[in-house]
């Protein structure tokens, strides 16, 4: 099947595009009305294992939107569904939670480590339906946790404001840690190198909260794990984007953990940025979510200038600087795709 | 009164110390079981609404360790208090809470701008019985929120995640946004002034949460009101450290705002961010307030590290990255502040 809009792809090595690619994070989700119909019936669980639905969850906004790209729609901790702990996701949408979360050495010795077949069939298994819905309009990506980030959720529990606890672990219970993350790493390896066999044309690994960090606790008890996952997807042959928010201080440790491109968040001008990877890898992103909620001049002059300052190089793909909100108006995000692609004709 | 330990205020004019000061922040907190089993009796607003126990505690971290300053006891939010808004301290400790957040352009036009004599002058008669209590030992830094950290708690109520209520209204009400910053402005130079008329010997501007900004954002919204309260402290003769967390993107920016220190927290190595706000400014800073919580092997481990990048340069202040966690072992902090000494002897 010939991929007809290949602009991701293009990108993601580096080569000259038509005009600059741009998908965004959580474009499956709460902003789409169709989709929000979707989770009057279904919680978001359901849907999530029901690879019909969630095949045709991933192509929704390509019926209102030319993006560049699909996301998978999945969520980050669903390959933990088979390790051992109560994954949970909240009505409210406010994100996962665990409740028996790990404590200790003994906790992190009990995880067990399914392979992806056996734990989230239905994942691969979207894909495989997603590809041939999809008809080569443009390429499906794949994503999963970074081993860091995931390590976060299983012990806070869910999102956290500091990190205290995860940081407390890894500072307390070295040893353990490092078990923690050699099994979410062969956890996180065989879950990505599944969604390229399934299909999966691209793939994002989230860090989101790697940000709490400091770079030498990075170098120190991260980036040996998010190295060996990316190694293993780039393995598949498909190229990768290394995404997490906060990190503007933790950058060139993440391009030496690897990827094709940097994602990055809005906190950090982009040609800054850029210049601190290098020039041999790409750069996404970076708008802030919350900027979409504004009237659309204020989000049209902060858009112009993420466009000045990649300046038109190859490997720049336009995105946000995390999730789209729940309350995004519909016209902005229209407005957004086709401002991004009339202002970067080449 | 001549004071006896000037390392701190040498530091700050970026002069030849005979070793590296250091001083906490929340170093008059709940990690202190005296200051708890005042707290037991007492709830903070009594104790800060107090000028003779707001002196005390103030000195209290003094007789466990040989910090080189001590900062005032007080909270950023205590100048709202006659701004015309309800202003709560939780007795878990969580910070605090404004029930009646403002909402639109008519909430800023109400809001009233007290003189700090007016509205805080416990506050300032707190400094006043503070600096003979000190006796010279070491100096007292006066502190403020600046102004959009204060507009994010009268608009989110609250700390918050993302910050996403605060920035929505920059957005979309920017003229309001002015006016609120403008009043914030006001109110936190006559503050920090009447804190140096007082008595304080240094201050610090606590812009605790503008790292939640993209670099543009905080050019166009923030910098020229943090530059104005700056330069308003400044004129009363006394240095300013100037303090924000997750701003490893704003570095250059915050440094054009002013201050004779940029206070940095741990999510970026201490020489990079002084090589970014280059050699004009002191860098305080900056160890993880969680790393804290570890084994001491471990904690001297990150000490060192940063001790080797300040590289003895003048200029050099440490300090936590954020607060004193309430969770710190006592005897963490006492070999902290003797390693600090003893390993920068000039």
């Not at 094709?260 to 968040?265: E, K, L, Y």
Request: with cysteine.
């Amino acid at each position: 099947m010939t991929l007809r809009n290949d602009r991701l792809l293009r990108a993601l090595r580096r080569q000259a595009v038509d005009c600059t690619p741009v998908w965004f994070m959580r474009q499956a989700g709460r902003y789409l009305p169709e989709y929000r119909q979707l989770r009057e019936k279904y919680d978001f669980l359901t849907l999530s294992q029901n690879p019909e639905l969630a095949a045709q969850i991933t192509l929704m906004p390509l019926q209102r939107f030319e993006l560049d790209a699909v996301i998978l729609f999945a969520d980050i901790l669903l390959p933990l569904v088979g390790v051992g702990v109560d994954l949970e996701y909240t009505a409210s949408g406010d994100g996962p939670l665990i409740r028996n979360t790990l404590r200790n050495a003994a906790d992190v010795e009990r995880l067990r480590v399914p392979s992806p077949e056996e734990s989230v069939p239905f994942v691969l298994e979207a894909i495989r339906l997603a590809r041939p819905l999809l008809d080569g309009r443009v390429p499906l990506i794949g994503f999963a946790g970074a081993p860091f980030t995931l390590a976060s959720y299983l012990i806070e529990g869910g999102a956290s404001r500091n990190y205290q606890r995860t940081k407390a672990f890894m500072f307390q219970e070295r040893v353990a840690w490092r078990e923690l993350l050699e099994k979410l790493t062969h956890l996180t390896s065989d879950y990505l190198r599944a969604q390229v066999r399934a299909g999966a044309q691209a793939l994002q690994l989230f860090d989101s909260w790697v940000g709490c960090l400091a770079p030498s606790d990075y170098q120190d008890y991260v980036l040996p794990y998010s190295r060996q996952v990316i190694l293993a997807a780039r393995s598949e042959g498909v190229p990768v984007i290394h995404f997490g928010t906060g990190t503007a201080g933790l950058l060139e440790a993440m391009r030496e953990a690897g990827g094709d491109v940097i994602g990055i968040d809005w906190r950090i001008d982009l040609d800054a940025a850029w210049q601190r990877v290098g020039p041999k890898v790409g750069i996404q992103g970076n708008l802030d979510p919350t900027a979409l909620l504004g009237p659309w001049p204020e989000v049209q002059r902060r858009v112009q200038d993420i466009l000045d300052r990649a300046a038109g190089r190859p490997g720049h793909i336009f995105n946000l600087g995390h999730g789209l909100l729940p309350e995004t108006p519909l016209e902005n995000v229209a407005a957004l795709v086709d401002y991004v692609h009339e202002h970067t004709q080449r």
